[in-house]
């Protein structure tokens, strides 16, 4: 069992940064994939990015490569997104979410956390 917290989340102006921070319990947090995902009003649930358990692989969505950034801190169980040169579009809430393999398919994420809001203003 992996228990996922987000924080991090706020308003920011277009073209600013905001880093996303996911705490996760559990001895075990360094053996798990895990990812970002987000979820504007009235859009479905979509992937951003992705990271294996060492940190030594990750992957983007085309939309945010370049301006966002996944990394973690096994030690720390914890898991980071960093967004810069944010946009309007990027306005959504934010989910991290663990999963046994790599995988940018929702489907395949076992655990979920609470997600944080990120609004991006014009």
């Known amino acids: 069992q992996v228990h996922l917290v987000e924080s991090g989340g706020g308003l920011v102006q277009a073209g600013g940064s905001l880093r996303l921070s996911c705490a996760a319990s559990?001895?075990?947090?360094?053996?798990?994939?895990m990812g970002w995902f987000r979820q504007a009003p009235g859009k479905e649930r979509e992937f951003v990015a992705v990271?294996?358990?060492?940190?030594?692989?990750?992957y983007y969505v085309d939309s945010v490569k370049g301006r966002f950034s996944i990394s973690r801190d096994n030690a720390k169980n914890t898991v980071f997104l960093q967004m810069n040169s944010l946009k309007p579009e990027d306005t959504a809430v934010y989910y991290c979410?663990?999963?046994?393999?790599?995988?940018?398919?929702?489907?395949?994420?076992?655990?979920w956390g609470q997600g944080t809001q990120v609004t991006v203003s014009s």
């Open positions: 979410a663990a999963a046994r393999a790599r995988t940018a398919t929702l489907d395949e994420y076992d655990y």
């Open positions: 559990g001895r075990t947090f360094s053996s798990y994939v």
């Open positions: 990271i294996s358990p060492s940190g030594a692989w990750t």
